[in-house]
């Protein structure tokens, strides 16, 4: 950047995370910048624990559009921000920033991209979800098919004390009904499940991981989505697929993630094929 005048410095973003590991992020949002011609780059921050206050004190000064936050900075970035976002503010985790009007505004594109992939093949008003996991994931996919008046949430968890806080949770904030399942024999899948999701880490990495379910109660009218993206081809699609189900991969969910956060960051609608091949090319499965 030698000797650029401040004009055609490049609007910046990034991410900000501890020790993230093998995430593509990167290459997709900055394909996405070279293909529309955006002067804008993202730039990967190592930032612990300790540092946040002053990181984010820090993009501030240096001009930043906004960042991205993954863990463990989505719940402890909040006091270090000057507003949230609905979602965000619902599920109390923020994983994008925004300025606007020189504001730093914390918002949440997880459940969004979540969102936007699944409504490709069903739209969940009115319907019957049961999310595995009552994690950060689940959290922002709950939150946000609450906000798309899913009929039913039920939330089934490993840990019942945090499954019951997001089951409260979507009945308190949104009027949601919810039930709440304790996962510790194997899962018949209820009758009346439209949608089933994985928002459990299991099968991150592990293309073979099983999910402790009953695979002869899933009925080939419910469609399967997983947030698993390393592998995209976990146990729960092929075995999803092979019992006739519609399936989602985790690859539609970290793709329309990342459209959100760089639609709020330059108000462009980014192309999401570009965006798809580039995850697809950083994961090795192009
Ligand atoms: P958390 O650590 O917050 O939650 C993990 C969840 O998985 C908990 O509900 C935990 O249950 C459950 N779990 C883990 N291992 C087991 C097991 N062996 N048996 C039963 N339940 C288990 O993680 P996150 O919610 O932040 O992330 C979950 C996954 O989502 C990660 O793999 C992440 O990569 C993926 N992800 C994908 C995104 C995408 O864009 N595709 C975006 C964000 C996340 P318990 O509460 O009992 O511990």
């Not at 920033?97 to 009115?126: A, H």
């Not at 609608?269 to 697809?280: K, L, T």
Request: hydrophobic content about 40%; charged content about 20%; glycine content about 8%.
């Amino acid at each position: 950047m030698s000797k650029q005048t401040p004009d055609f410095l490049p609007s910046l973003v990034g991410s900000m995370s501890q020790g993230a590991k093998g995430n593509p992020t990167v290459e997709m949002i900055e394909a996405a910048f070279c293909h529309h011609s955006l002067h804008y780059r993202y730039i990967n921050m190592e930032v612990t624990p300790d540092n946040l206050a002053d990181a984010v004190k820090g993009a501030h000064a240096m001009g930043f559009k906004g960042f991205n936050c993954s863990l463990p900075h989505k719940v402890s970035v909040i006091p270090h921000l000057d507003a949230l976002g609905e979602s965000a503010d619902i599920m109390g985790a923020v994983n994008c920033v925004v300025k606007r009007k020189n504001q730093f505004i914390g918002e949440n594109t997880d459940g969004k991209g979540f969102l936007k992939s699944l409504q490709s093949v069903i739209e969940p008003e009115g319907k019957h979800v049961v999310i595995l996991g009552a994690g950060g994931a689940a959290r922002a996919i709950a939150v946000e098919l609450g906000l798309a008046r899913a009929g039913k949430i039920t939330i089934v968890n490993r840990s019942p004390q945090r499954g019951h806080d997001l089951s409260q949770l979507l009945t308190n904030k949104l009027s949601i009904s919810t039930d709440c399942i304790s996962w510790d024999k194997t899962l018949d899948i209820p009758k009346d499940t439209d949608v089933l999701v994985n928002a459990t880490s299991i099968g991150l990495y592990d293309g073979n991981a099983q999910i402790d379910i009953n695979l002869e109660s899933l009925k080939d009218t419910t469609v399967v989505a997983d947030v698993i993206f390393s592998p995209p081809e976990t146990w729960l699609i092929r075995k999803a697929r092979h019992r006739g189900c519609q399936t989602l991969d985790g690859l539609g969910m970290i793709v329309n993630q990342g459209i959100t956060s760089v639609e709020y960051w330059t108000g462009l609608r980014p192309d999401a094929s570009v965006m798809r091949i580039a995850v697809e090319k950083a994961l090795n499965l192009a």
